[in-house]
């Protein structure tokens, strides 16, 4: 039985970084993804680098087979200018339409700002209340090379594992059109680095190559 899944991003290119070879995995299974970014709207960029990173979200969802891209135009690394309330409440309606069995988010204690407020956003959005969201089963975080890493009060501890050993190199060809976010090596944010890290991963479970993720909830549905 194929599975609604739902990632949310703080911006284009996350959902790549953070589970482009999880979510290559869930669509050649047949799953449906969809993926939610929540900033680089118009308060931040110039119209010209709105435009580039759209096609840019838009060519990477096409190499991985993503359903559907809304993009909720909050203002980039602003994200803690608004009031939470309101934040959650964009999330709602879309959470509440697709009624997702599994969400990808971000770690709660990255450094950058939008993926702390886009966490608890996304957890508040989800929290579990009689009659809601009845397919939800798991909800899970994960990292992103150049902010997870450099947390401050946090540590990412992943206690799940995806194998993507049969997907990597479709996530480094979904990872090419975001190619001007990329920076040389030995910078974390490298393509060399997106590989080594999901070569650790994997070796920490046996395998060639894995995404690593934080359970933030997992619920057993009765059948």
């Known amino acids: 039985m194929s599975e609604v899944v739902l990632?949310?991003?703080a911006h284009p290119d996350?959902?790549?970084l953070g589970c482009g070879g999880t979510i290559a995995r869930h669509t050649a299974a047949g799953d449906q993804v969809h993926?939610?970014?929540?900033?680089?709207?118009e308060a931040s960029r110039e119209e010209a680098d709105i435009t580039e990173r759209r096609l840019a979200a838009n060519n990477c969802a096409d190499a991985l087979g993503i359903s559907e891209r809304v993009f909720l135009d909050?203002?980039?690394?602003?994200?803690?200018?608004?009031?939470?309330?309101?934040?959650?409440?964009?999330?709602?309606?879309?959470?509440?339409?697709?009624?997702?069995?599994?969400?990808y988010t971000h770690f709660s204690g990255d450094l950058n700002i939008d993926h702390r407020i886009t966490t608890q956003a996304v957890m508040t959005a989800c929290r579990p209340q009689p009659g809601s969201l009845p397919a939800l089963k798991?909800?899970?975080s994960f990292e992103i090379l150049s902010s997870t890493e450099w947390s401050m009060n946090e540590t990412f501890v992943p206690n799940y594992w995806i194998d993507i050993?049969?997907?990597?190199e479709k996530?480094?060809?979904?990872?090419?059109?975001y190619d001007s976010e990329m920076r040389e090596y030995p910078h974390t944010r490298s393509y060399q680095n997106v590989r080594q890290l999901a070569g650790l991963r994997g070796a920490s479970v046996g395998v060639e190559y894995?995404?690593?993720?934080?359970?933030?909830?997992?619920?057993e549905k009765a059948v």
Not at 171 to 177: Q, T, Y
């Open 7 to 9: 990632v949310v991003a």
């Open 210 to 219: 894995a995404e690593a993720f934080m359970l933030l909830r997992a619920v």
């Open 138 to 140: 798991r909800i899970l």
């Open 74 to 103: 909050w203002p980039d690394n602003k994200l803690d200018s608004v009031p939470l309330l309101d934040v959650v409440q964009s999330l709602e309606p879309h959470i509440r339409r697709l009624n997702p069995s599994i969400v």
């Open 14 to 16: 996350d959902e790549v």
């Open 165 to 168: 050993s049969d997907t990597l």
């Open 171 to 177: 996530k480094m060809l979904a990872l090419a059109p």
């Open 35 to 41: 993926v939610l970014f929540m900033a680089d709207g």
